[in-house]
T-cell receptor
Framework: GENVEQHPSTLSVQEGDSAVIKCTYSDSASNYFPWYKQELGKGPQLIID?????GEKKDQRIAVTLNKTAKHFSLHITETQPEDSAVYFC???????????FGAGTTVTVRA | NAGVMQNPRHLVRRRGQEARLRCSPM?????VYWYRQLPEEGLKFMVY????????ESGMPKERFSAEFPKEGPSILRIQQVVRGDSAAYFC????????????FGPGTRLLVL
């Protein structure tokens, strides 16, 4: 199965600064890369995703970049706000598969 | 437009009892996935079902665990003779199709085994 590594495990940023989370994957045939945000006591919420035929995707303050050659993808959050504090998970799905393989998660804390 | 629903949200069982977790997918979704999240860890795939069929149960322990998705009604994840190691959050997700379709998650059931 797919192996996904996520760094850092914790990230503390000042409100207004940017946050970047990086993930690497092992299977070059992976073609779908979603990012989920999980708040305490809740289920993972999809915040952005990217497919392997695209290098970058942006949605307001959130962007994801994908480097297929290096097999890594990153989440960028700009102008962070206290409500961005949560655990963020990257995931990947291998081509023709359906199982999400998750990273271990990054706990993001935005300091006011 | 209701999302994925799971119940109960919290479940307490004593060792040896049975736990039944229910999941209703989003309207129009016929694919259901179950994942388990241990404390301080990411989610791990357990089982993938379509209506009346188990497609892949490779992530589910061979003993004590079973899953179903009947023609009518919610998907059920059943854990027999629970042990303390079964304590975790169990999440259900659904998608309209398979093969790299976006999966939408429910709020989860937090199982505590005493």
């Amino acid at each position: 199965g797919e192996n996904v590594e996520q760094h850092p495990s914790t990230l503390s940023v000042q409100e207004g600064d940017s946050a970047v989370i990086k993930c690497t994957y092992s299977d070059s045939a992976s073609n779908y890369f979603p990012w989920y945000k999980q708040e305490l006591g809740k289920g993972p919420q999809l915040i952005i995703d990217i497919r392997s035929n695209v290098g970058e995707k942006k949605d307001q303050r959130i962007a994801v970049t994908l480097n297929k050659t290096a097999k890594h993808f990153s989440l960028h959050i700009t102008e962070t706000q206290p409500e961005d504090s949560a655990v963020y998970f990257c995931a990947a799905i291998w081509t023709n598969d359906y199982k999400l393989s998750f990273g271990a998660g990054t706990t993001v804390t935005v300091r006011a | 437009n209701a999302g994925v629903m799971q119940n109960p949200r919290h479940l307490v069982r004593r060792r040896g009892q049975e736990a039944r977790l229910r999941c209703s997918p989003m309207k129009g979704h016929s694919h259901v996935y179950w994942y388990r999240q241990l404390p301080e860890e990411g989610l791990k795939f357990m089982v993938y079902l379509q209506k009346e069929n188990i497609i892949d149960e490779s992530g589910m322990p061979k003993e004590r665990f079973s899953a179903e998705f009947p023609k009518e009604g919610p998907s059920i994840l059943r854990i027999q003779q629970v042990v303390r190691g079964d304590s975790a959050a169990y999440f259900c997700a659904s998608s309209p199709g398979a093969r790299a379709e976006t999966q939408y998650f429910g709020p989860g059931t937090r199982l505590l085994v005493l």
